[in-house]
Structure formats: structure tokens, C-alpha cells
């Protein structure tokens, strides 16, 4: 991948519009605010190609960015209890359309929140992920706000918690200040 070709191509907020997968895609989902816009535009070495917001939820579309003959693709965070029924309803059928639909999805890059025992969504997005067989990688977000000691212990409670749902998976701690885990996560993407 090209991170220098990288650019945005278009927002999807209704399955409706999700246009067809003619391409390769990588996803990257998560929980909202656990930073899927700051590892997106740290892994192309751009400051804002994602925009990036304090506020959870701000991401409600599928965002397709073009690199080369591949695409990346931000997701809906998942989660934010502030959101309506209405809302929650929209997201839940963007999901189920844009995973349902024969896209050619090569990896998901499954985001959690190192500093925390993972959600109830974040093993339910593993587990559907697992179930139907659509290839993902665990990125464990926000690793530099832990010191050594809470960093090995919570790699270890988490692939812990997870059990086979990360087995033979990459499991990447990252970091968008500090960059880490960021050229583990572009060597995944072909």
C-alpha cells in the first residue's frame, strides 16, 4: 500500500447507499472514541485524513478511503449509550448491510481499548466475526497511557478474557501518539 496515494473517497450513511465491493477492503471497527480515526490517519502518516473527535459518536457513516487498489474502511463506532433508538437502529442496519453483502472484506482490524476489560460489544463483534469466518486482527488502542507493569498485565488479562476469540489471531497494542503497533498494523495490509 502506497500511504502517500491515500485519500478520501466518499461517506455511506444508509445501506442503501453502500455501493458495490470492487475492491479489497480493510476495516476498522470499535467501540466509539477508542481512536479508529487517530489510527487510521497514524498508520497513512496524515494528520487529518480521518477527522478525529473528543466527542464519542462522531463517526456515523462508513467512510471509504482509496489507497492504491485497496480500501480502508472507518466504521461506525459502536456502543455510545447517548445515542437514540432511532440512531441505534440505523447503525445496527448499516452493520448487518454492509457485512452482508459479499463485500470483499480482506481483514478486520477489531479495536479495544487497552486500558479496559473488553465490552460486551467488543466480544460480540469478535464472535461475529469469528462465526462467519471474516478474518480479523485485535488491536488493543491507548497502549502508552499504561506504564510496563499495566501494559503485561493487561495483555494478558485481556487475551485471557478473550480466550480462543483472540487464538491465532494478531493481537497489536498501539499507540497513535507514540506510534506503536502502527507498522505491525501496515504490514497487514496488502
Not at 481483514?107 to 487497552?114: Q, R, S, T
Amino acid at each position: 500500500m502506497n500511504i502517500n496515494n491515500c485519500e478520501f473517497e466518499a461517506a455511506f450513511g444508509t445501506a442503501e447507499q453502500l455501493p458495490p465491493s470492487d475492491l479489497s477492503e480493510y476495516c476498522f471497527s470499535g467501540r466509539s472514541n477508542v481512536g479508529k480515526s487517530s489510527l487510521i490517519n497514524k498508520i497513512l502518516n496524515r494528520k487529518n485524513i480521518a477527522r478525529v473527535s473528543s466527542t464519542p459518536g462522531k463517526t456515523v457513516t462508513v467512510n471509504f478511503y482509496r489507497a492504491d487498489n485497496i480500501r480502508l474502511v472507518d466504521l461506525p463506532g459502536y456502543g455510545y449509550a447517548k445515542v437514540n433508538d432511532k440512531e441505534k437502529e440505523r447503525w445496527a442496519d448499516l452493520m448487518e448491510s454492509y457485512f452482508g453483502t459479499n463485500r470483499n472484506i480482506k481483514l478486520v482490524f477489531a479495536l479495544i481499548d487497552m486500558r479496559h476489560t473488553p465490552s460486551d460489544f467488543d466480544v460480540s463483534m469478535l464472535s461475529f466475526l469469528k462465526d462467519y469466518n471474516i478474518p480479523y486482527a485485535v488491536v488493543l488502542t491507548k497502549c502508552d497511557k499504561l506504564n510496563k507493569t499495566e501494559f503485561a498485565k493487561q495483555l494478558i488479562n485481556i487475551k485471557d478474557y478473550l480466550g480462543e476469540l483472540c487464538e491465532n489471531v494478531p493481537v497489536i497494542p498501539f499507540s497513535a501518539l507514540k506510534g506503536i503497533g502502527a507498522e505491525e498494523i501496515r504490514e497487514l495490509i496488502v
